[in-house]
């Protein structure tokens, strides 16, 4: 059974830096293109960052230099390290497996993943 549970998010002031995590059990998760989404209030859940199965990231154009997305395989978790963290950047962070991976910020579109887990908040304020 696939599962993902996401843990690391809580309130941080602007500027600040808070490091989510997400288990995965159920398959290895090493084979597999990983993601990260958000979903602030009254907005669509947006494709933040992405790692494939060789390694190779993909970030959305407002997080990257600030956000990092990395996976430890030998304990089958997904990381997203974010930095310098601003007000909109409040949100439910959520890690998801994907179906299939495009290349580029394809690899972002929420389509390609069927796989979620039941999200984080992140809280950004001062």
Not at 28 to 33: D, E
Request: net charge positive.
């Amino acid at each position: 059974q696939v599962q993902l549970v996401e843990s690391g998010g809580g309130s941080v002031q602007p500027g600040g830096s808070l490091r989510l995590s997400c288990a995965a059990s159920g398959f290895p998760s090493s084979r597999y293109c990983m993601g990260w989404f958000r979903q602030g209030p009254g907005m669509e859940r947006e494709g933040v960052a992405q790692v494939s199965s060789s390694g190779v990231t993909t970030y959305a154009d407002s997080m990257k230099g600030r956000f990092t997305i990395s996976r430890d395989n030998a304990k089958n978790t997904l990381y997203l390290q974010m930095d310098s963290l601003k007000p909109e950047d409040s949100a439910m962070y959520y890690c998801a497996r994907a179906a299939l991976c495009p290349a580029g910020h394809a690899g972002l579109w929420r389509r390609f993943y069927n796989y979620w887990g039941q999200g984080t908040q992140v809280s950004v304020s001062s």
